[in-house]
């Protein structure tokens, strides 16, 4: 059975201009479940404290007029798959000692505040990673990458790697850099230059665009949270084939 740990912040503040408050953002939860449920992948769905909240800008109809074949279905129906998942959210704590192949870093604006702080979180990242597993993080999500160390070589995990994420372009156009700067957060493009990665932009910043570099695959936004399960499991079953070959 394939094991997949797919992330989320457990971060649920004020953050928007307006006032409201971000926190896990809907769809990038969703469509990486579905996904990889739909292989008969076995999905644990944890936070760095067990807990969350909904990004209120991800439940607004028009974010989630994109996917409504699977709102009614997923979010609406509360004895749906996904929503009792999203009943069973575990502490990562708990379960940072179980092997995993794949993990994966949904986003919303809250993981600025806590993914680079979240150790569980994060030693399962590289524990994943060290045993061969497949490391995926979609738009925001790319925060798990701040202060994360690659076990192997001591050195930042995406240190000399291609990665995307949230365009710092993008945040200026939902007007949000002030929202990020008053926060002391880092931008996705921050923590690449930080780490030691090299920035992959997509040519447009709604576009739906990943980049993958060996076991590591990463996602420019929302539009690209779909496109970035399909690829990481692309790229574990490959690397899987390849270690049944040797």
Excluded at 48 to 65: P, R
Excluded at 215 to 223: E, K, M
Excluded at 226 to 235: L, P
Aim: hydrophobic share 35%; glycine share 8%; charged share 25%.
């Amino acid at each position: 059975m394939v094991k997949v740990l797919l992330a989320i912040s457990s971060y649920h503040g004020k953050f928007y201009p307006e006032g409201s408050k971000t926190g896990v953002y809907f769809s990038e939860v969703l469509e990486p479940y579905t996904e990889f449920t739909k292989k008969g992948y076995e999905v644990t769905i944890a936070s760095e404290t067990g807990t969350f909240a909904w990004d209120s800008h991800s439940l607004l109809f028009e974010s989630l007029s994109f996917h409504f074949g699977n709102i009614y279905t997923a979010f609406l129906n509360k004895s749906s798959a996904f929503n009792k998942a999203m009943k069973n959210v575990k502490k990562a704590s708990d379960v940072e000692d179980e092997k995993f192949d794949i993990f994966f870093a949904s986003a919303g604006h809250a993981t600025l505040f806590d993914y680079p702080k979240a150790k569980s979180l994060q030693k399962i990242a590289a524990d994943t990673y060290d045993n061969g597993g497949v490391v995926t993080a979609v738009c925001h999500g790319g925060a798990i990458f701040e202060n994360l160390i690659d076990p192997a070589t001591g050195e930042p995990l995406i240190k000399g790697k291609k990665v995307t994420g949230f365009t710092d372009s993008a945040e200026k156009k939902l007007f949000l850099t002030n929202s990020i700067k008053k926060h002391n957060l880092v931008t996705m493009e921050g923590v690449a230059k930080k780490e030691g990665a090299t920035y992959v932009s997509p040519k447009g910043d709604w576009d739906s665009f990943t980049v993958i570099d060996g076991r590591l695959v990463t996602g420019a936004n929302p539009q690209s949270a779909e496109k970035g399960a399909k690829d990481t499991i692309k790229t574990f079953e490959k690397t899987r084939n390849q270690t049944t070959d040797n």
